[in-house]
């Protein structure tokens, strides 16, 4: 199923990248340069964006755009009514959809809506990345990027029924906190330099496998609704699964954890696998319940 959505996804790549490199180097294959302001300025218009090739010189701040309205008393959002398709790009600023905006003489805390697909493909982020607190009522894809400084998604709410950030590279502490998936969200190969922490993320589907962490991986108080598939993954440093709640299938098949594995107190629905799994710290499981079968062979 999941080599199935990577080839759809990979197709569609495929399609965007040919529109993006005609429409912004007229059939040569050539880098551009464009400021921040020229791509705030295009979806001022709730035009769709579609950049390949590019190096974006300075910050990138989605809520300075025009389209601004008080969502919550004491909150404003940002309203980005176009669909987002960043191709191959770099970064050389920041990017962020949270800010501060003077809105009646007052400077007024603002979050993103994003209101179409948000895509960043195999594209580099020299510095920060923060899209915490936005909403995405459509996909969202970082597939293939490059996170080099602070990378934080916290507290997103996405509606989509695919999220991709496979094949992703942090190297910085990759923060997911408190995020809620309406759909899928596949981590696949990923790898995170300093580890990952992904504390109370609520998803349906969730793949992982092949993941690589070189510090600790936090995946505590999480709800995974539908199946996870944690296969393959390498972490160096320990790896929490404590208080979570697991509704279907969970397999570990084949992991190498160098520090100690902790499921305490999880509920774990359906079955569970971790054959051939090696856990040097070996694997906390107090207070935790299976419903399921649990398979350990040849695990250690």
């Not at 996870?228 to 992991?255: H, P, Q, T």
């Not at 100690?260 to 359906?270: E, L, V, Y």
């Amino acid at each position: 199923m999941n080599n199935l959505k990577k080839v759809i996804v990979l197709l569609t790549m495929g399609l965007f990248t040919a529109s993006c490199g005609n429409a912004q180097s007229d059939g040569k294959n050539q880098t551009k340069e464009y400021a921040a302001k020229t791509i705030i300025k295009k979806l001022n218009k709730g035009e769709a964006l579609l950049v390949a090739n590019a190096i974006i010189k300075d910050d990138l701040i989605f809520t300075e755009i025009n389209d601004v309205e008080l969502s919550t008393p004491g909150q404003f959002t940002a309203n980005i009514q176009g669909s987002i398709y960043f191709q191959s790009c770099v970064f050389l600023g920041s990017v962020k959809s949270e800010g501060v905006k003077e809105v009646n003489g007052r400077k007024v805390p603002v979050k993103s809506h994003f209101a179409k697909d948000v895509n960043f493909i195999d594209c580099d982020f020299r510095k920060d990345v923060d899209f915490s607190e936005s909403e995405f009522e459509r996909t969202v894809n970082f597939n293939n990027s490059v996170f080099r400084g602070n990378t934080e998604f916290n507290n997103m709410l996405c509606m989509g029924k695919q999220n991709q950030w496979w094949e992703i590279s942090a190297d910085s502490i990759f923060m997911m906190c408190g995020t809620i998936f309406r759909g899928d969200l596949n981590m696949m190969d990923a790898n995170f330099k300093q580890g990952a922490t992904l504390q109370n993320l609520t998803v349906e589907n969730f793949q992982l496998s092949n993941l690589k962490s070189e510090g600790d991986f936090d995946f505590s108080n999480a709800k995974v609704k539908g199946e996870m598939l944690f296969n393959y993954a390498k972490c160096a440093g320990e790896v929490n699964l404590s208080n979570g709640r697991f509704d279907s299938r969970f397999d570990f098949i084949g992991a190498s954890v160098q520090g100690k594995c902790d499921m305490g107190a999880s509920q774990f629905r359906g079955n569970v696998k971790t054959n051939d799994s090696q856990i040097a710290g070996g694997c906390q499981t107090t207070g935790a319940t299976f419903i399921g079968t649990y398979n350990i062979e040849n695990s250690k």
